[in-house]
DNA sequence: GAAACTTCTTGAACACGTTCAAAACCCGAC
DNA sequence: GTCGGGTTTTGAACGTGTTCAAGAAGTTTC
């Protein structure tokens, strides 16, 4: 059985997810937080550093549900533009609980302090596993992407996606349509857009772009 | 000459923008800035509504003088992509003082809910006058862009602008040097990249980005 | 010049995230 | 059982952004 410490922390843990899910980021106050759970603010604060931590929960947590649902979403789809397609769907479906606070999430998300923050070390495994996502979006891919591109794409589709996610944040169409539209408009031009790297003009560019992309990236 | 009020303003204003550009901007409290411009937090307050507001004075003065200074230096250049160049560098030159702090001034720009962001209602005429300037870039080119890419260019521009802008907040290197370099890359590539435009298969791919991105944005 | 009205200024007060010294609880050693 | 030391829990207190009722200063009207 679980140990007294580790039944406070998820509670604390669980019931702070909910009420952001619930009342959104801002409103799930860490003495509400505290009170709903039955504890002390102090109390939370012992297994919590801050806010901001409980957000890395969350994190973690819809990370994992989309793991799982883009893996069951690209099963038997064997072109690119499908499997990209059904895994960005997969994120959204995943994120729309939040979708109110999600703006307060990426603000949060986008310091460079923020142990949240997607590039920072703190992250490094949540941002392993979503990559690995995107990897497995190439790797299934039949006809497979172009050769030069097989290494760097996981992360650039990857990159796309957290601009889809930024650009989900704003949408305020109903039931995120406008989200929806742009991801079932992009997977195709993206996989059309990558066969046209046969073509030698076309291949010449995007080989600096691809190295311009390693260069700058450390 | 101005009214006591306008002068209270401006000495808020004033005080707030050179604290933040000299601590920061989570140090600079609206007590430390009242008590600097030695007014009451009330008063600060009666003429800026929060802390962002402050912030968006900083944003439309950073504004402005990457205007001038970009007008100032695509003078004379006629090429695309020493135009784009000359102008991206400028409005690093004119943020440099605030790269300590450009991460809080993302994460406060960022939520939708912020008079500053970029997207916002409040910051339309900011906004404008930053599309502004890249279509400035757009407009004098020669050779000109392709025809059809003409009225969308600029806002494509722009918004790559804000990528490079979230690029350099997170660019720890000496002097900003990855960001420089990821913009000596980007230019000359937009530039060579727009001229595949003229082959017929880019083309066709072309459009449907084009017609995306127009249906995508209401 | 007094009265009425608007604009400007004040500082105490509120709710928030966060900290921390102290108390309460737990559990093995004797 | 009780002592000692670690773990867990508490709630008051701090500094923050923000609000607001009250008053001061300025302006218009007669």
């Known amino acids: 059985m679980a140990s007294k410490s ?3 922390r998820r509670l604390v843990a669980d ?3 909910r009420m952001f899910r619930d009342i959104g980021f801002e409103k799930t106050t860490m003495r509400a937080i505290a009170s709903e759970a039955g504890v002390s603010v102090g109390n939370a604060y012992y297994y919590f550093a801050s806010k901001d931590e409980l957000v890395q929960e969350l994190y973690v947590q819809v990370q994992a549900e989309h793991a799982a649902k883009a893996a069951q979403a690209v099963e038997g789809v064997k072109d690119l533009s499908g499997r990209l397609r059904a895994t960005l769907h997969a994120g959204l479906d995943v994120m729309e ?3 109110r606070f999600g703006a307060e ?3 949060t998300a986008i310091r460079p302090t923020s142990a949240v923050n997607p590039f920072s070390g703190e992250s490094t495994a949540a941002r392993e596993a979503s990559l690995a996502i995107f990897r497995n979006v190439v790797e299934g891919a039949s006809p497979a992407a172009p050769k030069k591109l097989r290494t ?3 992360e650039l589709l990857w990159l796309g996606y957290m601009g889809v996610a930024l650009f989900w944040v704003y949408d305020t169409s109903e039931d995120r349509r406008r989200t929806r539209k742009l991801i079932d408009g992009m997977a195709p031009l993206i996989a059309r857009g990558l066969s046209l790297a046969r073509i ?3 291949s010449k560019v995007l080989d600096d772009v691809l190295s311009l992309s390693r260069s700058v990236r450390e």
Chains 1, 2 share one sequence.
Do not use: K, M, R, S
């Open 15 to 17: 019931v702070a997810l």
């Open 200 to 202: 030698p003009g076309v």
């Open 6 to 8: 580790e039944q406070t």
């Open 152 to 154: 760097d794409l996981p």
């Open 105 to 107: 999430f990426i603000a």
């Open 97 to 99: 609980p939040y979708h």
